[in-house]
Structure formats: structure tokens, C-alpha cells
């Protein structure tokens, strides 16, 4: 797997801006995750349309569900990125309520996942993953440390390199 740089962002016209306006070869190194507001202006998406065609992107619509509860707009952002030729990926966090996982499997199926692993969760990693019908092959991971600062860079490194070192199921996810 190539490397490839993984930025956190917000569902925010400003945002999917940048995006359109990064080079080509740029734009096939990166991947996005997009974290939905409280609610999404058509304009972000459209933008995306826009600039962001032919590449992945993963919406994570967590912070929106909770906010709304609902998942009609992590749904309507999914939907239309993939009719204006965006492949759009589910982002679910394993830690997520029940509501917010079954309404994004679904969505899953196309392109398969993102799935967001914290540190502690990492033993029971293939057996969610199993039990919720996501191939490996199929999974983007994104391991998350938590807070850094609260810990310091030099506390947290061994735990993080340990992690990865025994990490279930290397090579066989679609990417950490």
C-alpha cells in the first residue's frame, strides 16, 4: 500500500474547497474522512461533486447523528457524492451507539468501511468486524490514540508502537 496522508475534516464548503483545489497527484495520495456538522450546507457537497470526482472519501456522520438523531443526512451526503462520482465510504467508530452502526453497515456495502479502532478495542477488532459483515479486505482502519497532550508524545509512543507491531490481522485489511 501506498503511503497516503488522512485528514480529519469538517463537513464545511470551505473544506471541500481545498480539496478541489489540491494538484492531481496530490489528490491520489490523500483521503479524506469528512466529520458532518450539525448540518451539512448543499454547497459542501456539490463542491465535492465538483473537485473531489473519481477519489474515495469516508463521511463519518457520528457527531451529526448525535446531534439530530437521525442518519438521513450521513445517508443523503453518501448518496449523492455517489451519484456525482465521489465512491463515498461509511466512517464508524466501534465504539458508536447500536443506532448509529446499523444505519451505516448498509452503507458499507458498495465500498466496504472506514472503521475507527481505539487502542483498548484492538483485541476484539476481526471479531466486530466479523460480526458486522466488514471483510478485512474491505476495512480502512484508522487507529485512534486518543488526546496526545494529555499523555505527552514520549508516554504514548511504546503504547502506539506496540499496537501496531501486534496488530490483528496485519496485512490483511485494506489499509491502517
Partial sequence: M???YVPLIRSKAG???ALANLQPATKARVFPVVHLTSSVAESFVNRLVAGWAGHAIAIDGLFNFSETGSAVDMVNVI???RAGGVPALPSIEMAASTAYIAAALPLAAAYGAVVKV???DLPTLIAWC???GLPANQVDIILCAGHLPAFGA????PVV???LQ???GAGTWRSV
Fill in 15 to 17: 473544506e471541500a474547497t
Fill in 79 to 81: 448518496t449523492d457524492l
Fill in 2 to 4: 501506498a503511503y497516503r
Fill in 118 to 120: 481505539r487502542l483498548g
Fill in 166 to 168: 501486534t496488530f490483528p
Fill in 161 to 163: 508502537v506496540n499496537a
Fill in 130 to 132: 466479523a460480526a458486522n
Fill in 154 to 157: 514520549g508516554v504514548i509512543d
